[in-house]
């Protein structure tokens, strides 16, 4: 069965403490993994796709990173905008479902 | 940001009532989902729509149905509202079925008294 698992659920870091989130998953066939933000009250808003392994990608201070089995979504020196909920997802080659993880809720102190 | 809106924003309404939800896009996107968001869930696949008048059921297509008369819009209905489907709905949209990432409207807080 297609699976997509994220750690740590939650995660509190002090503003310019570097840190990664993790998005491990079992697929039968990666076709797109995606990489979103949801702040409280929000719908997700994209930030990333990564197709194969190797791939990387990066916007201000996030980098996403993919594996055969993982995903990393790197945060450098973080600031106190960059709380909100991130969730991965991720589709495959055999069927039309986005597969959606449960969340990492980030905390970023002052 | 992408043209998705949804309404309505917050709807309370009994059990045993129907209640229709929409979503309208100005994005001419091919494809329009319907999740829902529930805590210790991901978002759920409920329904979506690959064209007008195409539609398929998701993994908790149960108790719902859905319309797409037009491009821009997906209706999803729930015939008999339980508690159970009390819920976060959120629609989104995407060019392709999965290859491309999806872009998601602000979301209708359900409560099903």
């Known amino acids: 069965e297609d699976q997509v698992t994220q750690s740590p659920e939650a995660l509190r870091l002090q503003e310019g403490e570097s840190s990664s989130l993790n998005c491990s998953y079992t697929v039968s066939g990666l076709r797109g993994l995606f990489w979103y933000r949801q702040d409280p009250g929000k719908g997700p808003e994209f930030l990333f796709t990564l197709y194969s392994a190797g791939e990387e990608k990066e916007k201000e201070r996030l980098k996403a990173t993919l594996t055969k089995k993982e995903s990393f979504l790197h945060i450098t020196a973080p600031k106190p905008e960059d709380s909100a909920t991130y969730l991965c997802a991720l589709t495959t080659s055999g069927t039309y479902k986005y597969i959606f993880g449960t969340g990492t809720r980030l905390k970023v102190l002052a | 940001d992408a043209g998705i809106t949804q309404s309505p924003r917050h709807k309370v309404t009994e059990t045993g009532t129907p209640v229709t939800l929409r979503c309208h896009q100005t994005?001419?996107?091919?494809?329009m989902y319907w999740y829902r968001q529930d805590p210790g869930h991901g978002l759920r696949l409920i329904h979506y729509s690959y064209g007008v008048k195409d539609t398929d059921k998701g993994e908790v297509s149960d108790g719902y149905s859905v319309s797409r008369s037009k491009t821009e819009d997906f209706l999803l209905t729930l015939e008999s509202a339980t508690s159970s489907q009390t819920s976060v709905y959120f629609c989104?949209?995407?060019?392709?079925?999965?290859?491309?990432?999806?872009?998601f409207g602000p979301g209708t807080r359900l409560t099903v008294t």
């Open positions: 994005e001419n996107h091919r494809y």
């Open positions: 989104a949209i995407s060019e392709s079925l999965t290859a491309d990432e999806q872009y």
